[in-house]
């Protein structure tokens, strides 16, 4: 069975960089062909794509945030991490990390986290 | 802005059909990527409901079905229950951004 839960602080404070980790059971990330994927989702709006990383240390990016964002993974410890500087209370959501294999649909997804940016 | 296009909301009584539009371009639906749904129901992380088109997972009922042309895809819901309430997703992969792309969500209300 395949779980994710995603853990980081809150509130954050504008201008703030944000560290979320993402930590899974249930497959690893040494597996050719997969993949964790962040989404996140500001309140009462919809999903937006912001990073993905695969077995092979591919990285892609959401164009419109790639100059904010980092993800990086830690196999031996089964997380992913996902960096956002320069926070902004735009920036506040709920954030999911998510499996994805053989560049199939994102599922499971975690529980998300709320983030919240305030001063 | 979302890439994928969705109707805001949609309604229907119970035992009704609905269909949800998923209308996207040449460079995600259109090129042959896959189409997936999500169920989102209140304060819980979306939820696979069709993959891959029109193949739906373990556990979820043929009720829900998929279809895709073209550059748009559709949900359909037979046999409205008031469970069914919730936000849709549709949601593929865009080749010009080289990653995710989700429609704007979709809220079915069952009247």
């Known amino acids: 069975q395949i779980t994710l839960k995603e853990s980081g602080p809150t509130p954050v404070k504008p201008t703030q960089t944000l560290t979320l980790t993402c930590t899974f059971s249930g497959f690893s990330l040494t597996t050719s062909g997969v993949g964790v994927g962040w989404i996140r989702q500001p309140p009462g709006k919809a999903l937006e794509w912001l990073a993905l990383?695969?077995?092979?240390?591919?990285?892609r990016y959401s164009p419109s945030l790639r100059s904010r964002l980092s993800i990086t993974k830690d196999t031996s410890k089964n997380q992913v991490v996902l960096t956002l500087t320069n926070m902004d209370p735009v920036d506040t959501a709920t954030y999911y990390c998510?499996?994805?294999?053989?560049?199939?649909?994102?599922?499971?997804w975690g529980q998300g986290t709320l983030v919240t940016v305030s001063s | 802005q979302s890439v994928l296009t969705q109707p805001p909301s949609v309604s229907g009584a119970p035992g009704q059909r609905v269909t949800i539009s998923c209308t996207g371009s040449s460079t995600n639906i259109g090129i042959g990527y896959d189409v997936h749904w999500y169920q989102q129901l209140p304060g819980t992380a979306p939820k696979l409901l069709i993959y891959g088109n029109n193949n739906r997972p373990s556990g979820v009922p043929d009720r829900f079905s998929g279809s895709k042309s073209g550059t748009s895809a559709s949900l359909a819901i037979t046999g409205l229950q008031a469970e069914d309430e919730a936000d849709f997703y549709c949601q593929s992969y865009d080749n010009n951004l080289s990653g995710w792309v989700f429609g704007g969500g979709t809220r079915l209300t069952v009247l």
């Open positions: 990383i695969y077995w092979d240390d591919e990285k």
């Open positions: 998510a499996h994805t294999v053989d560049g199939g649909p994102p599922s499971p």
